[in-house]
């Protein structure tokens, strides 16, 4: 079966300090991956997807970079961390178009809740 | 363009119905979906419907899709304190190579005996 970590769990980092936060994805191939941000009390903003190794796309402008070095490895990066930047961020991955799978759905991680003070 | 709005807060008492509502924008959707969010966690896939269906059920969950309107509903029987979440409706539309998920703010459910 597939499963998707996320680690850390928590973290809290002084502004201005560098952020890497890690997802890997286990028991597929070829997965779609997601980088999102839930504000407190707000919504899912989606960060960053990619399609394949290498192949990242921004949604919004900001702070963050991703990369996805290995085909079920995806990171969240910032080389200067803004107190804007603290909040809940999710992982997820989904079957790419045209995989196996009957509704191409996201399978999320447990989140890391970045606390930037 | 690609909206999906939600009520923020529901209250019921246990042992009574939920009914969540959710509006979307896009009517070239492929799959509409419900995720439960617990305290301090992830998001977890509770159900979906396909666009061109009217209604799923699964067990106490009911959905119900009226696509000349764009609105979907979630309706929980029988509602228990630990169905006391945060629900997202989502929509996914086929886009640049993936099926891109819009999610909608959330609705706080507070179940209460």
């Known amino acids: 079966s597939q499963t998707i970590h996320q680690w850390p769990a928590t973290l809290v980092q002084p502004v201005g300090s560098p952020l890497s936060l890690e997802c890997t994805v286990e028991g597929t191939s070829n997965p779609n991956l997601y980088w999102y941000r839930q504000a407190a009390g707000r919504g899912l903003q989606l960060l960053f997807y990619?399609?394949?190794?290498?192949?990242i796309s921004s949604e919004v402008p900001q702070n963050l970079s991703a990369s996805r070095p290995q085909d079920r490895q995806f990171i969240l990066s910032s080389k200067k961390l803004l107190l804007s930047d603290s909040g809940f961020y999710l992982c997820a991955w989904s079957v790419g178009l045209g995989g196996t799978g009957d509704n191409y759905g996201y399978t999320f991680g447990s989140g890391t809740r970045l606390t930037v003070v | 363009g690609e909206d999906v709005e939600q009520s923020l807060f529901l209250s019921v008492r246990e042992g009574d119905s939920s009914v969540i509502n959710c509006t979307y924008t896009?009517?070239?959707?492929?799959?509409l979906y419900w995720y439960k969010q617990e305290p301090g966690a992830g998001l977890q896939l509770l159900t979906y419907i396909f666009s061109n269906m009217d209604m799923k059920q699964d067990q106490r969950l009911t959905v119900l899709l009226n696509k000349k309107d764009k609105h979907l509903s979630l309706r929980i029987a029988d509602t228990q304190t630990g169905d006391s979440a945060i629900y997202f409706c989502a929509e996914g539309i086929l886009s640049g190579g993936y099926n891109k998920l819009i999610f909608g703010a959330g609705t706080r459910l507070a179940v209460h005996p």
């Open positions: 990619s399609v394949g190794i290498g192949q």
């Open positions: 896009d009517s070239s959707s492929t799959y």
